[in-house]
């Protein structure tokens, strides 16, 4: 997708979120809280070659594995460092919506004991026996989480998860960290190890690892890379800010793997970090990307433009250039990722 011909365009891929969400036998919530951590259908012609999407629905089902019997005890050393063995999967307490797309594609989402209150899986969530609040400040304790009882703990952020996790460690209870800023193939292996069910694990991230290699495979000799900008109405927690996605997220992942040069990251932000109007227009993005369950709060598909301080003055304004991507292909980093990667790549290179 090049400056000479891009055309002003409104890509949305809901069609893609509904495929790849009948995979893995889920739905989407419209939550901003749950979407801060959290067959594509082109409507457009780049260029004078219309076909986008038509990579993604090549593969458009989300990867999934027929379940295992785990095999305990386990000794797991997780991405904190502590080595904890697991002998129980009766009250598994799951703190993020990767993990859990995770779970539920390795056949044992009924694992899930307790899960967050809101989630952009619900229809998975909703299998747990107890839903707790696990965003916003002094949210999650370790005094609350030894209460719930869990056998297992599962974190994954390396900042906001590890001092509970460390706590929840210390009291005797299994608890381990798997760093959500990895890709998704090594997220997987490590989570299907941590449940007992390692070859299950390996089969699961080779399907995800296809995808990945297939988006890789058709960026061949492709030089040029859209300047793309991921805005969030929730990355940044409670603060209310628009925010975009910088380095050591799962959205830096898919926009370098679908083609994509992340402006964000450039820019030097860190995860997901407030970013002001000067900001924006400094960042000059081409392309912007936004989570479906947070484009109504952005001010829609028509008031981005003009709601988001600053986006008026870039590239992608002048060509109306955006895309509304399913949440957890967009920013998972977990089983849907390898969709969400082709999924973008055939709007950012629709010729490749």
């Known amino acids: 997708m090049s400056r000479s011909t891009r055309r002003p365009l409104f890509v949305s891929l809901a069609l893609a979120a509904a495929l790849?969400?009948?995979?893995?036998?889920?739905?989407?919530?419209?939550?901003?809280?749950?979407?801060?951590?959290?067959d594509a259908q082109g409507s457009t012609d780049q260029g004078g070659s219309?076909?986008?999407?038509?990579?993604?629905?090549?593969?458009?089902q989300v990867p999934s594995v027929q379940a295992a019997d785990p095999q305990l005890p386990v000794t797991f050393t997780?991405?904190?460092?502590?080595?904890?063995?697991?002998?129980?999967?009766?009250r598994v307490l799951v703190l993020d919506d990767a993990t859990m797309e995770i779970m539920q594609a390795l056949g044992h989402g009924d694992l899930?004991?307790?899960?967050?209150?809101?989630?952009?899986?619900?229809?998975?969530?909703?299998?747990?026996?107890?839903?707790?609040?696990?965003?916003?400040?002094?949210?999650?304790?370790?005094?609350?989480?030894?209460?719930?009882?869990?056998?297992?703990?599962?974190?994954?952020?390396?900042r906001r998860h590890a001092d509970v996790i460390a706590g929840v460690q210390a009291a005797g209870i299994p608890a381990t960290l798997i760093d959500s800023s990895q890709e998704a193939p090594d997220?997987?292996?490590?989570?299907?190890?941590?449940?007992?069910?390692?070859?299950?694990?390996?089969?699961?991230?080779?399907?995800?690892q296809e995808q990945f290699d297939q988006a890789d495979a058709a960026l061949?000799?492709?030089?040029?890379?859209?300047?793309?900008?991921?805005?969030?109405?929730?990355?940044?927690?409670?603060s209310g800010n628009t925010t975009a996605a910088g380095e050591e997220t799962p959205a830096h992942q898919i926009i370098?793997?679908?083609?994509?040069?992340?402006?964000?990251?450039?820019?030097?932000?860190?995860?997901?970090?407030?970013?002001?109007?000067e900001g924006l227009v400094a960042a000059a993005p081409e392309v912007i990307v936004v989570a479906a369950s947070e484009i109504d709060d952005l001010g829609g598909e028509e008031g981005i433009w003009n709601q988001v301080d600053g986006l008026s003055g870039t590239p992608a304004a002048a060509a109306q250039t955006l895309v509304v991507m399913d949440d957890m292909q967009l920013k998972g980093g977990a089983v849907s990722a390898g969709l969400g990667i082709l999924s973008l790549q055939a709007q950012l290179h629709s010729d490749a």
């Open 20 to 38: 790849a969400l009948t995979g893995c036998g889920s739905s989407q919530s419209s939550s901003p809280e749950a979407a801060g951590e959290q």
């Open 50 to 60: 219309e076909g986008a999407g038509t990579t993604a629905e090549a593969d458009g």
């Open 78 to 90: 997780g991405d904190g460092g502590a080595e904890i063995e697991v002998t129980s999967l009766d």
């Open 112 to 158: 899930i004991g307790i899960a967050p209150e809101t989630s952009l899986i619900e229809d998975v969530a909703a299998q747990a026996e107890e839903r707790i609040t696990t965003a916003g400040r002094g949210s999650l304790t370790v005094e609350g989480v030894v209460a719930l009882e869990p056998t297992l703990v599962i974190g994954t952020s390396m």
């Open 187 to 208: 997220k997987i292996r490590k989570t299907a190890e941590l449940l007992g069910v390692p070859e299950s694990g390996e089969e699961l991230a080779a399907q995800v």
């Open 220 to 238: 061949e000799g492709v030089e040029e890379r859209p300047r793309v900008m991921i805005l969030s109405s929730s990355g940044a927690g409670d």
């Open 256 to 277: 370098v793997n679908a083609g994509g040069l992340n402006t964000g990251a450039e820019s030097g932000l860190d995860r997901y970090q407030a970013i002001t109007a």
